[in-house]
């Protein structure tokens, strides 16, 4: 029989977690984070049980390295090169087996190693649904990205490939594609990778950072895709009160992605996606293009009411697929 | 009808939620703490529906409260006199009502005056039981509190009575008490508003800094009663590796408290108690008796093997009640 954690019991199970954390925070129940002279990045994300993950598709170390990255990811495309910690407050009901629970935690170690940071505090309690709350910090650097920085002439900038993660998920669930193609063994490799361990886009900012075309220019919007290419670049668009146009031929598909345009709205809508959606002067665009491979411009800004549009004027809706409807 | 979350919709209910932030957070994901040449702590607690809170027993305001006072007092046991800020992620069923989510931040808004504090970030999503993950900050001020600072010969300091809000909770569910007494209306009322409306010991901070008998004496050992007046003086002895005697003649009793000794086990079990457990040098514990009120030397430390005894040598032994029993 697995051990269970109601086996271990409350302060044993606190014990083992002590040996993923920051060895000098083991004495207390507050962590200590050191005087910065700069400013302190901190963002919040919680992954409900059924909601945010399913043991059906992703293990618990898939779920440990995803639970990281969406927090990094939020700090990183905030503008972030250095994520210094999290806390990490777990819910679990009593019969989770503790090599779950270890396997979440060495997944979180992996995520870590790859996007920075360690694990300084938190917080374990019973409840009838696993539950993360995760809360990462961050150095904040210069330029700190903004969704209210974007001003009309920039180029809109993805940093890779979107609707991976929506297709990974889909297949995962063996669920009905937007049109019956047949897919290649690399493209479903890449896509489930990108929904079960996805990447925060740290490669993409140092690109960023080493393409601004003159030191003083430290005027950049951008936000990740988490919740979707339409809705990131939406979002500019409205703390930015200004219209985005993109261009239907310059979609940010991975080669392999399938011609047929039904497949457009896993690609606009899907969401998970962690890259970062960028809006930059023409210049500093086309700077980062030379830098980073997958990089693309997919549109450019302009003055009016806060849309999206197609390039033929016509508007693109935000389309809510049912796996984010969360209320 | 009452207008639910649901109703309502997640943008919108991100949107409302706004009004209850620090101005300057609301156009993205991550907050900002600003630059400080002072140490930040940091900590993280759930408060789960039905394992921490009960809306049989409180209401939301009751509920918004606690979960800012239940972190704010592992700030200030730590030694932090400012609190800074705090981020909110809540996880809610679709269909609660709003009212009950404004009231929620309303009396999380009413601990933040009296503790300090401002909610600069946060997340919210769905899911199918009420959680309350909160990560608050604050300075960290000299002398930082730690359970590994006792020394033998010091005195064990509480900052206030024990077991009122195990009374409380016992009185608004119509538990059997530990025997059958008549209690005073006054202390009825004590018991009930301490459990739900506990008090952070900021007062008892403030007057422990006040007391030092010189500037240059910082070491003192101290944690909140959180787990219990008990599990409390049990954790300073096992950080600091030394033996505690509390005195069976000065417990921290309300005044009114029943004469019967089986009421001493929700005295030094009950929980939930947030008063300051201390261990500090003799005049020290002597000069803050004469600045707080409610304070009282409860026992002293002495070497040997981390127990807490009675002053007639028998072990006190930490006695789990089921409430606390989360595994």
Not at 138 to 162: C, K, W
Not at 168 to 193: C, F
Not at 211 to 220: E, G, I, N, Q, Y
Not at 234 to 260: M, R, Y
């Amino acid at each position: 029989m697995p051990i269970t954690i109601r086996d271990i019991g409350e302060i044993e199970l606190i014990n083992r977690l002590k040996r993923f954390m920051r060895s000098d925070q083991i004495n207390d129940d507050v962590a200590e984070i050191k005087a910065l002279n700069k400013n302190l990045l901190v963002n919040t994300d919680l992954l409900v049980e059924e909601i945010h993950f399913s043991e059906k598709i992703s293990n618990a170390q898939d779920i440990g390295w995803k639970s990281i990255a969406v927090n990094a990811s939020d700090l990183i495309c905030s503008g972030s090169e250095n994520i210094t910690s999290f806390t990490v407050g777990l819910v679990l009901p009593p019969n989770t087996h503790w090599e779950w629970v270890e396997n979440l935690y060495i997944g979180m170690h992996k995520a870590m190693k790859v996007f920075g940071g360690e694990i300084i505090g938190g917080d374990c309690t019973a409840g009838d649904i696993k539950m993360i709350a995760i809360t990462a910090f961050g150095e904040m650097n210069q330029p700190r990205l903004h969704r209210g920085n974007a001003l009309p002439g920039d180029y809109i900038v993805s940093t890779g490939f979107h609707g991976l993660s929506r297709l990974g998920l889909a297949l995962l669930t063996s669920e009905k594609l937007p049109s019956e193609v047949k897919l290649s063994p690399s493209l479903i490799s890449r896509a489930i990778k990108a929904h079960k361990r996805p990447q925060a886009a740290i490669e993409a900012l140092r690109a960023l950072n080493a393409s601004r075309p003159d030191s003083t220019m430290l005027r950049a919007a951008g936000t990740d895709s988490s919740d979707g290419l339409l809705q990131s670049v939406k979002g500019i668009c409205e703390s930015s009160n200004c219209q985005a146009v993109l261009l239907k031929d310059a979609l940010p598909k991975d080669p392999e992605w399938p011609k047929d345009l039904n497949w457009n709205k896993w690609l606009l809508n899907g969401g998970e996606d962690y890259q970062m959606i960028l809006s930059l002067p023409q210049n500093w665009a086309k700077a980062l293009l030379k830098k980073l491979k997958s990089a693309r411009i997919i549109g450019f800004i302009k003055k009016g009411r806060p849309v999206v549009l197609w390039d033929n004027s016509e508007e693109i809706k935000v389309e809510k697929l049912s796996l984010f409807q969360h209320f």
